[in-house]
């Protein structure tokens, strides 16, 4: 099996940036597709976007794009969010998790297989 491990979280004021990272062990962790999602409390967790195991194909939630970046770093087993731009409605726990199906553009948290334990993201006025 595959353990995500989260980092990077913390405080940034509106229109700053942070950058997250999940560390990755496992022997199959270069061919997993892999997701960003976000969750506060009371509401589901939200998709936020998706990168390939080439990192060829990604995939954008509408309401990051232009200002988040997913990327892929086989070498360290490490999946980045570069968030810039960041508004108080980014503000979320944001988790990390990883799809072995090879399927393009899941948003689903089933479609999921593995999950890190998440990392807080706090956008202030």
């Known amino acids: 099996q595959v353990q995500l491990v989260e980092s990077g979280g913390g405080v940034v004021q509106a229109g700053g940036s942070l950058r997250l990272s999940c560390a990755a062990s496992g022997r199959t962790f270069s061919s997993y597709a892999m997701g960003w999602f976000r969750q506060v409390p009371g509401k589901g967790r939200e998709f936020v976007a998706r990168?390939?195991?080439?990192?060829?194909?990604?995939y954008y939630a509408d309401s990051v794009k232009g200002r988040f970046t997913i990327s892929r770093d086989g070498a360290k087993n490490t999946v980045y969010l570069q968030m810039n731009s960041l508004k108080p409605e980014d503000t979320a726990v944001y988790y990390c998790?990883?799809?072995?199906?090879?399927?393009?553009?899941?948003?689903?948290?089933?479609?999921?297989?593995?999950w890190g334990q998440g990392t807080h993201v706090t956008v202030s006025s």
């Open positions: 998790a990883a799809d072995p199906s090879g399927l393009l553009n899941r948003v689903r948290t089933s479609e999921y297989a593995y």
């Open positions: 990168i390939t195991m080439s990192g060829g194909y990604i």
